[in-house]
């Protein structure tokens, strides 16, 4: 099993021991490695720009107004932007390293090269896959058949969950919340087709022709499979999914990391439910000597075990056909990828055609084999001195971060005192693991996609469990160094960032400091910021779930963020549709942190020097610009629709408003006034950190 990076383990940029003391995260802030100032740029796409917006209105529009009216989003793609742009780059690069190795004769049987070559290979070789048919499945579709009773079924969930085989029960492996120096064994609700519970209960128009287009999707992959009874099985999946949907918890639910902790003795669990057989799940999933497990939604397990009870054993294998297919569609045969494509792709998110095999290949290579690429990329594409400037932007954050709690004028010097303490024991990784993923024992044939997608499961789930009982890994990424994007682990206490990210428009050697403030700097602060925001404010410097605040603090807390919740509630996406401010909230802290944090920092980089004046723009000016550019995205309005109904992140343009229109650095450096579209007043801007 794939190591999970959901909000139970991190949080990411998008939809992821060090100092001890205090005073070590106040000294003066060094100056970045010295660059030839004539030299520099502003890293401002000027051309991206449309001034006919007023900047005191929409300072998103104003920096990024241009490129939105004169970029169309091609057809293979949902999203194109700054993100985006740099994962194009990202899978060239790839791209060019697999061709390589594919072009390659004789490579040596079982090395890392052969590996990549022949997964790459396997994916690609459709002549094969549409021979194969659905043979490749076939030995779990017999299995399910032969199913005799839900002992057994409940057996089945258990041992292919590792082959990959999603089920009700989502089992993981990570880092007790409550005890950082052990890892412990996790359930989280799964078993849905859609994408999240309201899906199945809306009543609104769009999401009655989804469920439409879910049912007759199951009936055209049975047919084109050859499976019986096509249209019988998709209204007994649905109905069977409705019925768990209806325990699901909400995305909001949860993100709340203290009521998802709740541990039981696995003798004890059948107080949730004793109608599914546990010890045959746990023994199937090679855990039966563990004697706890954290159940993250316990109401959805108790619901879920009333279904695994009511509905029939016919039905619970009816389902479980269907999700295998489904798991392995787009590694069959042409047809298969095609159906699965039309319905996930293009009818949920609006992909209007697939993108070209070469990059689908490029994403199973990465999935598979991500480190074994990501050796090669580093040496190519990051280079030393990035890692060193990028590390040295770090320490400059961490000071920064450092003196404004100090400065905080709402909080008590105790909590001030524990927020220091975490702080200061921050671990940032940059670039690349200093230890690298073993792939030794994973089995890979050019002949054989599906095959090597099971083996590869089953490798990574084994390695899971292998941690039980063992020291924590901190050396381990969730991240392959080729992944645009960067994470907070609350658990290990670690801030990561990825290789890839770490390029124009976020990181610009070239670029005068402002704009890499403005950028990598708010993207450091925002990871930073996520161990202090309203899930991350309850860990401590060692990654434990304990309250280190005072009572009133927290209070306090809770005021601040309540007002930033309200603030994105009222920003509309579409005239049906506005951001969610309590999904969005923990990300939307993170943005807030981070750019003013970033904005702390450069000010102290100067070290009482005024910025140069670059194309007329002032330092501050630059900075604020760099800010906006980073969030530059356009995106095909089903999947927008898709990311405010489950994604915690806010859409791009408002994650640059709603920062900004809190900062009154921002208003000085652009004259905001009362009666400018961005104007909040004084007394209602909200300042966490």
């Keep these: 099993m794939k190591l999970m990076l ?62 939105l009216k004169n970029t169309t989003i091609p057809g293979d793609k949902t999203a194109v932007g700054s993100f985006y742009d740099l994962r194009d780059t990202a899978d060239d690069n790839v791209k060019a390293i697999i061709e390589e190795l594919a072009a390659t004769k004789n490579l040596k049987e079982g090395s890392d090269e052969q590996k990549v070559a022949d997964l790459f290979r396997s994916y690609i070789d459709t002549e094969t896959r549409d021979s194969l048919g659905i043979k490749p499945i076939q030995g779990i579709l017999d299995t399910i058949a032969a199913i005799k009773n839900k002992d057994e079924l409940a057996t089945f969930f258990g041992e292919y ?4 085989i999603s089920s009700p029960l989502a ?22 087709g859609l994408p999240d519970k309201d899906y199945y209960f809306n009543d609104a128009e769009r999401f009655v022709k989804l469920r439409e287009g879910y049912i007759k999707h199951i009936e055209n992959m049975y047919n084109l499979a050859g499976l019986e009874n096509g ?144 050796k090669v990329y580093v040496k190519r594409h990051f280079k030393p001195e990035a890692k060193s400037r990028m590390s040295q932007l770090v320490e400059n954050l961490r000071s920064a971060y450092g003196e404004s709690i100090n400065e905080l ?49 089953k490798v990574s789930h084994q390695k899971q469990i292998e941690k039980l009982g063992g020291p924590i890994r901190d050396w381990e990424w969730g991240m392959t160094p080729q992944t645009v994007n960067a994470y907070y682990n609350p658990t290990v206490n670690e801030i990561v960032f990825p290789a890839a990210i770490l390029q124009p428009p976020f990181f610009n050697m070239a670029a005068d400091d402002a704009v890499n403030y403005g950028g990598i700097g708010a993207v450091i602060g925002h990871e930073m910021g996520h161990g202090f925001d309203d899930q991350g404010s309850r860990y401590d410097a060692e990654g434990n779930m304990r309250n280190w605040w005072t009572e009133s603090d927290l209070a306090e807390f809770g005021k601040r963020t309540e007002v930033l919740v309200e603030q994105y509630n009222n920003y509309q996406v579409f005239d049906d549709l506005n951001v969610n401010g309590e999904l969005t909230l923990g990300e939307n802290i993170g ?67 709603g920062s900004l229109s809190n900062m009154p650095e921002f208003y000085e450096a652009f004259g905001l006034k009362e009666g400018d579209a961005m104007y909040i007043a004084p007394e209602k801007r909200v300042k966490i950190w």
Excluded at 161 to 164: K, M, W
Excluded at 171 to 192: C, E, M, N, P
Excluded at 297 to 313: D, H, I, N, R, W
Excluded at 423 to 449: C, H, Q, R, V
């Design 6 to 67: 959901t909000s139970a383990v991190c949080s990411s940029l998008l939809l992821i021991s060090g100092c001890n003391t205090a005073e070590q995260t106040t000294t003066k802030t060094s100056e970045a490695p010295a660059l030839q100032k004539s030299a520099l740029t502003t890293g401002i796409s000027l051309a991206n720009m449309d001034k006919s917006v007023r900047p005191q209105d929409n300072f998103y529009r104003y920096i990024n107004g241009g490129w």
């Design 409 to 457: 004028d709402w909080m008590s010097e105790d909590t001030k005192k524990a927020a220091q303490v975490k702080l200061a024991a921050f671990t940032p990784k940059i670039g690349y693991p200093d230890k690298w993923e073993d792939y030794s024992a994973l089995e890979i044939n050019a002949d054989d996609l599906v095959g090597n997608r099971i083996r590869s499961n």
């Design 171 to 192: 089992f993981y492996i990570s880092v007790d919340a409550k005890d950082s120096s052990r890892y412990a064994t996790h359930i989280w609700q799964s078993g849905l």
């Design 231 to 374: 249209s019988e099985a998709a209204q007994t999946i649905m109905a069977l999914e409705t019925k768990l949907a209806d325990y699901h918890w909400t995305r909001v639910e949860s993100r709340d990391s203290a009521k998802r902790y709740n541990k039981f003795a696995v003798a004890d669990l059948n107080t949730l439910t004793d109608t599914f057989n546990w010890n045959a799940f746990l023994t199937a999933q090679g855990v039966e000597k563990q004697k706890d497990i954290i159940i993250n939604q316990p109401s959805f397990v108790k619901g879920f075990g009333e279904t695994f009870a009511q509905v029939s054993l016919e039905d619970w294998k009816t389902y479980q056909t269907f999700h295998t297919l489904s798991t392995f569609a787009g590694s069959l045969t042409t047809a298969l990828d095609k159906e699965n494509f039309d319905f996930f792709s293009k009818q949920l998110s609006g992909r209007e055609e697939q993108r070209p095999m070469w990059k689908r290949g490029v994403a199973v290579v990465n999935s598979n084999l991500g480190e074994v690429i990501g």
């Design 591 to 657: 943005d807030l942190s981070g750019v003013t944090i970033a904005y702390k920092a450069y000010k102290a980089s100067l070290n009482g020097k005024e910025a140069p004046v670059i194309d007329g723009l002032t330092g501050d000016q630059r900075f604020f610009m760099g800010y906006a550019q980073i969030w530059r995205s356009k995106m095909v309005e089903k999947t927008m629709r898709n990311r405010v109904a489950t994604d915690p992140h806010s859409p791009g343009e408002f994650r640059a408003l």
């Design 161 to 164: 969950q590792a082959s990959g």
